[in-house]
């Protein structure tokens, strides 16, 4: 997807952006458009990359109306692998950036891309599957046991392959395993989720997927979970969590940073939020807030393991 790009806002300063930010619509169209012109962004488009699973299971066409009608914009909403999404932002051609891959979320920080992250929602993976299990791994309380018992077994395995976040988060597990995947049994798709379940369907293959993209396509296709995430009492290495970030404009000028700090206030507010938990497919929660909390964790603005006092500095 070709992404247009955008003159730099020079309208106001960021500060009072972001006091707008995450206001409700309470007041009536003429309070919106009173926000709309001291923000001095009606009437500008936002790019947002994001990974597919936010895009895919509908998330964001359910709540992206509430700040396109409160700020008098459009998003544009570009649906990639959380690699692809980063290397849009860090070739400047996005604004914000919503992925689900600390590791290469820090990195992005760290070479001065991405500014003012926030914990955004989370969701889990799960290990999806035939229900004739030829591995035998339902149940296992053990991600990587499980891995290891397809490997095992050379039962087939669909991977994304696309350094996406669950890509990622496939490949960690398999180190954490000390299993090296490869084979016939083994298949990278390089596509998104919702397509390397397909082809898993298809050819009754094991896969990792995020639970949300999974819901949002169970009733099309006949795989089952079998190995749990932390939601429903799997391990916690299969926790799935998803930051949001807007890209640095003393990187790239271009970038619309004040509509980007706009819809992170936005999308980080009591009410967006509960949009978000209260969003379901077939009668399910797909994600769940985090960015609001009574005891919030500052670690999330900077890269995991960041201080002052570090080798960063």
């Known amino acids: 997807m070709t992404i247009q790009r955008r003159s730099f806002i020079k309208a106001m300063g960021v500060g009072a952006v972001a006091s707008l930010a995450g206001c409700t619509q309470s007041g009536g169209t003429g309070q919106q458009q009173e926000q709309q012109q001291q923000a001095g962004v009606a009437g500008e488009t936002l790019t947002l990359t994001t990974t597919t699973s936010t895009y895919d299971t509908g998330l964001l ?25 980063l290397e849009s932002a860090r070739n400047g051609d996005s604004d914000v950036v919503m992925v689900h891959a600390r590791g290469l979320e820090d990195e992005f920080m760290r070479n001065g891309y991405g500014v003012n992250r926030r914990d955004l929602m989370f969701n889990d993976f799960v290990i999806v599957g035939p229900e004739s299990d030829p591995a035998g ?11 290891t018992a397809i490997a095992e077994a050379e039962a087939t395995f669909v991977s994304r392959g696309d350094n996406s976040g669950t890509h990622t988060k496939e490949l960690n597990l398999w180190e954490a395993a000390g299993t090296e ?33 999974f819901i949002s396509q169970r009733s099309e296709i006949d795989l089952v979970i079998l190995v749990q995430g932390p939601i429903e009492g799997g391990p916690e290495i299969l926790a799935n969590p998803y930051g949001i970030m807007a890209v640095n404009p003393g990187v790239h ?33 797909l994600f769940f807030p985090e960015a609001v909390s009574e005891n919030p964790d500052f670690q999330q603005y900077v890269p995991e393991g960041w201080s002052s006092d570090s080798s960063d500095e």
């Open 137 to 147: 791994i339902q149940g296992m309380g053990s991600a990587t046991e499980a891995l």
């Open 181 to 213: 995947p490869g084979g016939d049994w083994y298949q990278e798709t390089g596509t998104g989720m919702g397509e390397a379940l397909n082809v898993a369907n298809q050819q009754d293959a094991y896969t990792l997927s995020d639970r949300g993209t």
């Open 253 to 285: 000028d271009n970038a619309n940073y004040d509509l980007a700090m706009a819809y992170i206030g936005w999308i980080t507010s009591p009410g967006a939020q509960d949009a978000i938990s209260s969003y379901q497919v077939n009668e399910e929660q």
């Open 61 to 85: 066409d359910e709540i992206h109306p509430d700040f396109e009608e409160m700020y008098g914009v459009t998003v544009d909403a570009v649906a990639q692998g959380t690699g692809a999404a």
